[in-house]
């Protein structure tokens, strides 16, 4: 039983009318309260990054730029390049205190949707193209917000990677593809962590809406995944009440004016709807009520200052270096000058229901002042208004050409990705390029700095850039940790958590995004990101994975063990490997192990990502790094077994620093029984062939006179893959009565 809550009581005294209250919000951020039995209202706050709690007495509508101040963490597209789950701990455990500040029960995040296309709106919000790397990420900071008694709410279930249509389209996914891609992360993240609760999608998925989606709600996720928690819907995505409360979805936020709420009694009443169908639902939001009731008594508060200080290490440790040409990292001597809009009014957050009123704001242009004294500076574009960029360029060029050294800021503007909408292309903003180009023709040593939450093209970047550093949207302390960064206070560790292609076109999903008429179709199936450009043998601008640094590395010695069976599901092994950082720098490296599967009858990922560590290594040192791998990270999903499977074999187990800088490997083998589809008549000649009962029966009825041409050698090349039922139409295997008798002859022997 829940603490502070009687709930077997409860529920045998609440009325009908309120427990179809009960399924339903009382607010946009309040759970329903029932107050003549004690059941208070608990609140919820949108918090992927940062709280965006409301005001007393303002919480009733979206909100947006009227919360509560809140540290403004770095977003998850950058806190991801971090591949760091302890970082992520520690900023959950920040969150969670806010939350209590300001008496919240429950986080809406974190976003674990995969970047299926780098063309969504919301990529910004989610951490990763690869399913395994979100998964840990997420167990990260569920873990650490949960661990100071505040829930979260893990979103958004399921396949919802666009934001065209998204409250219509159909999301049309092969379940392979899900399995593999789209499931994972949550599966991990319930599997170790058990979110309070997970918030289901807007979009339909193979035909049904994602709020009344039983298989979703209920089959995977509670039956097969274990989640013990609530599914809310996101806000608005319950389309048809009684159908959501039947498949499993149990809070719909926020509340429909009663409308909802008649329609559950009226379902009731006439037997549509059982009632222990709706007490299993309401027994869930009151379990949920009982957990987080205690922070409506609470009175703390939170230290902003530390809070800042960790919101500018997690920024500092999500800068990606892309380049260094020897530029940076810049000595105390240089003369910089600092251009573009960017370093004076910093882009560091999302647009949509993610967005944060900051409790303080760095500027990269503050903070290199702080180090090196008044700086001279120039916009060198406009955000927005762009009618005096012909003025802004002249005077960046005059700044630029007078100094040795130009940090220059870059990015994509709000305007240019936000929730509601996708992009229509991966290009920076025609000013800023035409300024970067201005800029780098007056002084070849540009430091190029990037602001954006999804991936952009840099062709037109590349060769104007002496260094280039990804900072993607990295909260309230960007200034300040890109700065450390470039100073080399800080040594960049930040890894590309996706891939960087050199065109939109190379990405798999081009053909198919954002699809037409309230569909989609993943016609990509299981290669997406990385998966799909190294399937297609492209050429990419950075890989899934990569990551300068300000020291070198040298991994060696590497071994693998493995243990137990894929009978009995103990299949696993263990990667060690030693890493030297081989330069005078401190520094981390995150040491990844990737997986294939060397042969496989199913078309199946060049390599996979199946583990890493982060270890930090002093100059001149060396640590042995110890990674665990599952039975999973040699198992595919077999739509035919209804299974994960391991076939038998050679994999290759290879450890780098990038999908596509893997500096050592090691074949191991497999063994599996072999794997033979069920024997039915519709099977093919060769699949009866290759099982061996199955080819004991149908020679033996060839051996008895039933007609056998098909088992000439010859004609077995042709006909082999024709189904037996046809063949015996064709008068060139056994006959409908000999097909009848094998069928359920080896039926038998299964049994």
Known sequence: ?????????????????????????????????????????????????????????????VGLGSSLPATCFPTASAIASAWNPELLHRIGQALAQEARACNLSVILGSGI?????????????????????????????????????????????????????????????DERTLREIYFPAFARVVEKSQPWTIMCSYNKVNGTSASENTWLLDTVLREEFGFEGLVVSDWGAVYHPVPAVQAGCDLEMPPSKGRSEAAIVAAVESGELSVDVLDARVR????????????????????????????RQAAAESVVLLKNDGLLPLTVEANIAVIGEFARTPRYQGAGSS??????????????????????????YGVGDTSNDAVLLVEAEQVAAAADIVVMLIGLPAAEESE???????????????????????????VVVLANGSTVVLGDVLPRASALAEAWLGGQAAGGGIVDVLTGAVNPSGRLAETIPNRLEDNSSYLNFPGEEQSVRYGEGIFIGYRG???????????????????????????????????????????????????????????????????????????????????AVPAGGAVQVSIELDQRA????????????????????????SSRDLALSQSVTVEAATLLPPLTRDSTLQEWLADPAGRQLVEREVAAGQPGAGMQEGLLEVIGNFPMNALANLNLSLDHDSLDRVAAEWAGQQR
């Not at 309120?18 to 039995?37: D, H, I, M, N």
């Not at 949707?113 to 395994?132: H, V």
């Not at 500027?363 to 120039?378: C, D, K, N, R, S």
């Not at 920076?428 to 300024?435: G, K, Y």
């Open 634 to 657: 040699f198992s595919y999903w077999s739509p035919r077994y209804r299974r994960w499977v391991v076939e038998a074999g050679d994999f290759e187990i290879s450890v780098g620093s």
């Open 420 to 446: 509601g909408f996708d992009r229509t292309h991966l290009n920076l903003p025609d000013n800023q390029l035409t300024a970067l180009a201005a800029v780098a023709e007056a002084n070849p040593n540009v």
């Open 533 to 615: 450009y190294d399937r297609q043998h492209l050429d990419v601008a950075f890989p899934f994975g990569f990551g300068l640094s300000y020291t070198s590395f040298e991994l060696s010695d590497i071994k693998v063990r493995m243990r137990g069976s894929v009978a009995d599901e103990t299949l696993g092994a263990t990667v060690e490997v030693t890493v030297t950082n081989t330069g005078d720098v401190d520094g981390s490296e995150v040491v990844q192990v990737y997986v294939q599967d060397v042969v496989s009858t199913v078309a199946r990922p060049v390599q996979e990502l199946k583990g890493f560590a982060k270890v």
């Open 113 to 173: 949707n995969m970047k299926r296309s780098p063309l969504c709106g919301r990529n910004f919000e989610y951490f990763s193209e690869d399913p395994y790397l979100a998964g840990e990420l997420a167990v990260g900071i569920v873990d650490g917000i949960q661990s100071c008694g505040v829930g979260t709410s893990v979103k958004h279930w399921a396949a919802n990677n666009q934001e065209t249509d998204r409250l219509r389209c159909d999301s049309q996914v």
């Open 284 to 311: 869930t939001v009151l379990e949920l009520v009982a957990k987080g009731m205690h922070a409506l008594e609470l009175d703390e508060s939170f230290d902003i200052d530390a809070h800042h200080a960790l919101a």
């Open 1 to 61: 039983m829940a603490v502070g809550l009687d709930i077997p009581r409860l529920l045998g005294e609440l009325t009908l009318a309120e427990k179809a209250s009960l399924v339903s919000g009382s607010g946009f951020w309040f759970t329903q309260p029932v107050e003549r039995l004690g059941i208070p209202a608990i609140m919820v706050s949108d918090g992927p990054h940062g709280l965006r709690a409301q005001p007393p007495g303002g919480g009733d509508h």
């Open 355 to 380: 967005q944060v009123v900051p409790t303080r704001l760095d500027t990269v242009l503050e903070e290199l002042q702080t180090v090196y004294g008044e700086l001279p500076f120039a916009a060198a």
